[in-house]
């Protein structure tokens, strides 16, 4: 970002939750020196990520990309993904935009649904979206909607409302109609087709010997490719998965019980847990909070 962009826009202290407290959206401007790693984590709404600057190899489901200044990234809900530094004496940048789905289908039609290039990327399994040229057009807009998010002025709510309805038309007619680069992931077959299978049957009891039996290779050895891909274990990777996928069926209106029982959970204690830990609230706050909105 140019130092006129920095005058323009104000950086934000960056925090560990990944909670969303506005339904409609949250822009942010993160600039961060020592950063350490971003463990995986996946949330129910969309997030469009632009890379500034840095040193950082960022993971959405079982892809790796390695970031250069200017990549975009577009995250579905639900997709697990982190990040990890190669040089924490680099300062990291970044501009992170989050939607709130219900919000964004405010902006939707039948003909145009401004949902769908979010929605794309994760049946293309292809997340990142490298176009300098178009990432600089992006980043005006970006700078725009934030100063208008943030403004007190007469009409600000208005015109927050109009750039963020002409930022997400630009990005969907950029990358449905135009012609644009993308950078494959860096994929080890193994760990794609075990994600590709946890994704499949989430509701499912899931094993790691049941894992191992679908790639016809030992517990042990998939145990140790998983972890060395990922940064995690298979069975944390299914947990935070369900989690994730629980936390969507609540705001859609199903019950706690509901939702423990549709992601995969047999036990509810064990749920709760899970839940408590992996988001620092019980189901039961999160839902109260949902239906606060």
């Known amino acids: 970002m140019s130092n006129k962009q920095d005058k323009n826009i104000k950086i934000s202290v960056w925090k560990t939750s990944q909670h969303m407290k506005s339904d409609t959206f949250e822009i942010n401007l993160y600039r961060d020196k020592k950063f350490q790693a971003v463990p995986f984590h996946s949330h129910g709404f969309f997030e469009l990520y632009v890379f500034l600057q840095g040193a950082g190899v960022y993971t959405v489901e079982q892809g790796d990309y390695n970031l250069e200044p200017g990549d975009i990234i577009l995250i579905p809900p639900n997709h697990l993904h982190r990040l990890d ?4 004496n680099i300062p990291y940048e970044r501009i992170v935009l989050w ?3 219900n919000y964004l289908s405010l902006f939707s039609t039948p003909q145009t649904r401004l949902d769908e290039v979010f929605y794309n990327c994760g049946k293309n399994n292809n997340y990142l979206i490298r176009d300098v040229k178009f990432s600089k057009i992006l980043q005006k807009k970006l700078t725009a909607l934030h100063h208008s998010d943030h403004s007190n002025k007469y009409g600000s709510d208005i015109e927050t409302r109009i750039h963020f309805e002409s930022l997400l038309l630009l990005l969907s007619r950029h990358l449905i109609e135009g012609e644009y680069s993308t950078k494959p992931p860096t994929i080890n077959k193994v760990v794609n087709q075990t994600i590709q299978y946890i994704n499949d049957n989430i509701g499912n009891k899931l094993s790691l010997e049941e894992l191992s039996e679908h790639n016809h290779i030992s517990k042990y050895y998939l145990a140790r490719l998983f972890k060395d891909h990922t940064g995690t274990s298979p069975h944390q990777f299914i947990i935070k998965k369900r989690l994730s996928l629980s936390k969507t069926l609540l705001a859609q209106g199903y019950s706690i019980k509901q939702a423990c029982l549709m992601v995969g959970f047999s036990d509810y204690t064990h749920y709760f847990r899970a839940f408590k830990k992996e988001f620092d ?10 239906q606060s909105k």
């Not at 530094?85 to 924490?88: E, G, V």
């Not at 609230?281 to 949902?290: C, G, N, R, W």
Request: proline share 12%.
């Open 85 to 88: 530094i190669l040089d924490s």
């Open 99 to 101: 939607i709130n789905p």
């Open 281 to 290: 609230i019980t189901p039961k706050q999160y839902l109260d909070f949902i």
